[in-house]
């Protein structure tokens, strides 16, 4: 699987919430339910109705999901990044993630209370954000002491490595997250090898209460007007009507979406968006009893798709034999698909699509 997204957020803003919700909900899934690896580490599957339907037509004896992982990090407080709660912990988490989850609290409730007393989506996501700048300004600051004294000798790849530091420090220092620093591709390269918090993408979950899901925006417009100068997205969520729909039995939870007006619930949103704020896509292998769905990015080319089911594969590779899923559902079968001339047989630079159906062929 590989693909991680961390959930964090301030505290009491919902985060466990939603995240335990999620843990309940993989309950639906018969073959692939959550799978809690330890307290705060769940899998989830994908959604994937085109699966479904694969496995619809050819009635394999096991089918699996793609999935994700979500690991729930502990909720960040002001002075993180100077060690402050759980401080370098909490960073240390969201290093190893692909993407972030930032739980955004939208609601007011008495009985929850509010580390700053106020209920203030803005302020709230600043203290965050100024935590995760903090502590790449210090990466930063790190790496470039390390790197000046190389550059001192006359060594030309220090030098501009210090340069592009001097360019990300003073962004940083603005304000501006690293994702949102606009380098060209040989300045990436020393960017990636920082390894920066604010360079991961990140997804704003709205926790808002059943009423403001029903029509009003409340606090809502203030998170959306900061993920737009940032270039982010945006999801709304009602944590305690998660938790609900969660503990209901699989064929009552349509019902419940159906009396609310929702055509799928925030979890099942949340997994989508997750999905698609990575770049993932999905292909499907049919090999012996088993159907299963692979996640990879865009772009993936066919040997390093091989590669994801086995490394073997993936240096063996030979060609790959390659239906889409649309050609396949027109005609309802492999054999007929053959027939046709619907199969196509690619080498080592053709790119995977999302919803290919492949056959690998390869050395051992």
């Known amino acids: 699987m590989g693909f991680r997204c ?33 307290p705060n580490i769940g899998i989830v599957r994908v959604p994937d109705e085109r699966l479904e339907k694969i496995a619809e037509i050819i009635k394999p004896p096991k089918t699996t999901y793609t999935t994700m992982e979500f690991l729930d990090i502990a909720g960040l407080v002001k002075g993180a990044s100077k060690g402050e709660g759980l401080g370098n912990k909490f960073l240390g988490h969201i290093r190893d993630v692909d993407a972030i989850v930032h739980i955004v609290r939208c609601f007011d409730d008495p009985n929850v209370a509010h580390m700053d007393g106020t209920v203030d989506p803005a302020r709230d996501i600043k203290i965050v954000n100024t935590e995760l700048i903090l502590a790449d300004i210090e990466t930063v600051e790190k790496r470039m002491a390390k790197v000046e004294k190389q550059a001192k000798t006359g060594d030309k790849t220090s030098r501009a490595e210090l340069d592009i530091c001097h360019r990300i420090q003073d962004s940083l220092g603005m304000g501006v997250a690293a994702r949102n620093i606009d380098l060209d591709e040989k300045q990436k390269k020393a960017f990636r090898e920082l390894h920066l918090l604010t360079a991961k993408k990140i997804l704003y979950v709205a926790n808002v209460s059943e009423e403001v899901l029903k029509g009003g925006k409340d606090y809502i417009g203030n998170v959306e007007d900061i993920a737009e100068k940032e270039e982010s997205k945006v999801i709304t969520i009602c944590g305690d009507m998660e938790a609900e729909i969660a503990e209901l039995a699989e064929d009552e939870r349509k019902e419940f979406l159906d009396d609310l007006g929702l055509e799928e619930s925030g979890l099942r949103k949340l997994i989508r968006a997750g999905y698609d704020l990575l770049g993932l896509i999905t292909f499907y292998t049919t090999v012996g009893p088993e159907l299963r769905a692979w996640t990879i990015t865009e772009g993936t080319r066919t040997p390093a798709a091989a590669g994801k089911i086995h490394s073997d594969m993936e240096r063996g590779f030979i060609r790959a034999e390659i239906l889409h899923y649309d050609d396949f559902t027109k005609i309802g079968s492999l054999t007929a698909a053959k027939e046709k001339g619907l199969l196509h047989s690619e080498g080592k630079d053709y790119i995977i699509l999302d919803g290919d159906i492949i056959h690998f062929r390869f050395n051992v």
């Open 6 to 38: 961390g959930i964090i957020g301030l505290p009491n803003v919902g985060k466990s919430t939603i995240f335990n919700a999620l843990t309940a909900a993989g309950a639906e899934v018969a073959n692939y339910p959550f799978c809690t690896i330890d």
